[in-house]
């Protein structure tokens, strides 16, 4: 049985009531959480308040930052078993749960590291006067995670906003909240005051929903669906509580005629089965110059045909998806696209070692997707990439900008000056030329442009976002 995490201290929720925690590659319940409410994210905001007006605030910057290089270090310490829980709890292959830890260690790293080097500036103004800003964390901060990245997430948000000097109130998806209550209990132990870190479980319409309410919250960083995040910024919006979206993606990978294909198809392939297409970055569209268009989707076809897929533990290509109903809504847009025709290029393989409850998706390349299709407008949020071809160079502008989303984009092209139009011309919040970050590094400022969400996340940019600033005129004659 987990319990939240709250003023250092693992606590029951007040409701006493608990949600089953699934395996996704068996489909078998193995432990529980709690299922809480709005009382106990009452008792997390002022446990985060009282920690805000007291011991946070009287560390100095520097201070901060070595708490946080301490967390950075206990967490790699700690990277098999946080591994092994993110394998059970999402069904990630060994390899993305270690690069998950990884990703974790470097997220708290850089943010330790940037404790004290964010500062104001002074402003030239009348004569007379001195003026010069000052950069003051929020206070409480809320922090909204998905189930697809918890450790990684957690790690950008609530390392960002420590590093800003707010303390933090976390709510997990309900599909993941191990590693996340795991490291709350790691930043704890090694020296993070009661209050800084509290970590609520529940389910989003009860304990997100109460979190975005409250009143004792000053900025809510909200990284899941366009719905939900609608509701969020609805709900923050009655008491003008600031709010950063990241929102979801239908990413495009741009491929000329003049690319190197050898370097692209694995990055390709790579970008839309990581973590089983379950990637608000996941390159799920494959723009292709009619030149190459035929010859690359049959390279990509004897890519995925060779795709295997499998329980976690086996650590193939793709592990299982995270719930039943993740499963349904891919098998869903499958099911759509053969009711409209649309071609099915190559299926992956599920092993006969995957046990009959899990949820498993072979991983599908479709062709000759039309731009106001489902399968090219929305999130599968599964490992299914859509191709379809472009003419030219403002044809593929136009494809790539045909979504209601602009949060990552890659460009394949050996031509200078092509690559620096396109990445101009393209409207998504990263965008990278002859490669593929699904995100990129830690140190890159990642966010989306139009319903991919705003603010930014991740790299020294974030830290602006869990701030405010403050102008101070003195006049002095
Ligand atoms: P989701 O929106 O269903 O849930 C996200 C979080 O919001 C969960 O913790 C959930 O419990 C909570 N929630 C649900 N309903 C709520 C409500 N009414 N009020 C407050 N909180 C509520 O998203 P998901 O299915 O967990 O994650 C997948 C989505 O997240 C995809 O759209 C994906 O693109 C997006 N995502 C975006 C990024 C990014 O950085 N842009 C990263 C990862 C995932």
Known sequence: MQLNFIDNYPVSSMSMRSIPVIDPSDGLVFDDIQHSDAQDIDAAVQSARGCFEGPWSRLSAAERGRLLQRLSARVAEHADELALLEQRDCGKPTKQARADVAALVRYFEFYAGACDKLH???????????????????????????????????????????????????????DACLSILRVAQLAADCGFPPGAINVVTGFGHEVGQALAEHPGVDHISFTGSPRVGTLIQQTAAKRHCPVTLELGGKSPQIVFADADLDAALPVIINAIVQNAGQTCSAGSRVLVEQAIYQPLLERLGQAFAALRVGPAGMDLDVGPLIRAGQKKRVTDFLAEARRDGIRTVAEGEIV????????????????????????????????????????????????????????????????????????????????????????????????????????????FEALYGFTVLKTVAVRHG
């Open 120 to 174: 104001g500036e002074t402003l030239p103004y009348q004569s007379g006067y001195s003026v010069f800003t000052w950069r003051e964390p929020h206070g409480v901060t809320g922090h909204v995670i998905p189930w697809n990245y918890p450790m990684q997430i957690f790690g950008r948000s609530v390392g960002g906003a420590l590093a800003a000097g707010n303390c933090c109130v976390v709510k997990p998806a309900e």
């Open 352 to 459: 006969a070692e995957a046990p009959a409850g899990g949820y498993y998706q072979a991983p599908v390349l479709l062709a000759d997707v039309p731009v106001q299709h489902r399968l090219a407008q929305e999130e599968v949020f599964g490992p299914v990439l859509a191709a379809m071809p472009f003419r030219d160079e403002d044809h593929a502008v136009e494809l790539a900008n045909a979504t209601r989303f602009g949060l990552v984009a890659g460009v394949w092209t050996r031509d200078g000056g092509r690559q620096l139009r396109m990445a101009r011309r393209v409207r998504s919040g990263q965008v990278f030329i002859n490669n593929y970050g699904a995100g990129g590094g830690v140190e890159l400022p990642f966010g989306g442009y139009k319903s991919s969400g705003y603010g930014r996340e991740k790299g």
